[in-house]
């Protein structure tokens, strides 16, 4: 089954304790990004990865790393998490396919993670 | 600074009934636009598209309409049914930067009444 798997989809960690959360996607895609979800913003792109070693900053890039050393992962780092990180991260890879006579650059998401630092 | 703007929190329609969700941006680069769907404790889905090229696309239920003269897109879904009820997001594509990179609106919550 072709999917966007992320690990952990729950956590609570207090502020400064270095994490990871992990995304895996099964379906060869180059591109991958990662989002936040925050009440009243929509979805915020924080990093993207056209493809292996190759990444670069979206909208809300401060206090994550990112890294893409095998095409089909792309771990989001906290090395300091704060407080303001409290958020629903959402992982995505991208099909570009043709669609009815136009290109498709849909994205695949996956299940998210809610993240909450004390 | 929103570049997508979806400025209805939330909608309510009667099963059966035309649901219109609207989007507004204000990047005359967008060239693609995208409409996703969310269900609780899910990621979003990728629902409908369209490019600027065009000013219309449809697909079974849903629509989607582009008006570029007033930076203004919506999606419509006919008939509105139950399971149609989920947080849509539009999204909007710039031809500069990365090619697949989205930009997203805040959302609107559908709720379909049975």
């Known amino acids: 089954e072709a999917q966007v798997t992320q690990n952990p989809r729950y956590l609570i960690t207090v502020t400064g304790k270095k994490l990871t959360v992990t995304c895996s996607q099964n379906?060869?895609?180059?591109?991958m990004s990662w989002y936040r979800q925050d009440p009243g913003l929509g979805l915020r792109q924080i990093y993207y990865?056209?493809?292996?070693?190759?990444?670069d900053k979206g909208d809300v890039p401060e206090g994550y790393k990112v890294s893409r050393k095998e095409k089909r992962n792309f771990p989001l780092i906290l090395e300091s998490p704060s407080p303001n990180q409290t958020s629903l991260y959402f992982c995505?890879?991208?099909?570009?396919?043709?669609?009815?006579?136009?290109?498709?650059?849909?994205?695949?998401f996956g299940p998210g993670t809610r993240l909450t630092v004390t | 600074d929103q570049q997508v703007k979806q400025n209805s929190p939330s909608l309510s329609v009667q099963e059966g009934r035309i649901s219109i969700l609207n989007c507004d941006y204000t990047?005359?680069?967008?060239?693609?636009f995208l409409w996703y769907k969310k269900y609780p404790a899910e990621g979003p889905t990728f629902l409908i598209s369209?490019?600027?090229?065009?000013d219309k696309n449809e697909d079974g239920r849903f629509t989607v309409f582009l008006n570029k003269s007033a930076k203004h897109l919506s999606l419509h879904i006919v008939p509105s049914q139950p399971g149609d009820s989920a947080v849509y997001f539009c999204a909007a594509r710039g031809i500069s930067g990365s090619a697949r990179q989205l930009t997203f609106g805040s959302g609107t919550q559908l709720t379909v009444l049975p």
């Open positions: 379906m060869n895609h180059e591109y």
């Open positions: 369209i490019s600027s090229i065009k």
């Open positions: 990865s056209m493809n292996v070693e190759v990444t």
């Open positions: 990047n005359s680069m967008f060239d693609y």
């Open positions: 995505a890879s991208s099909l570009s396919k043709y669609w009815r006579g136009t290109v498709a650059y849909e994205q695949y």
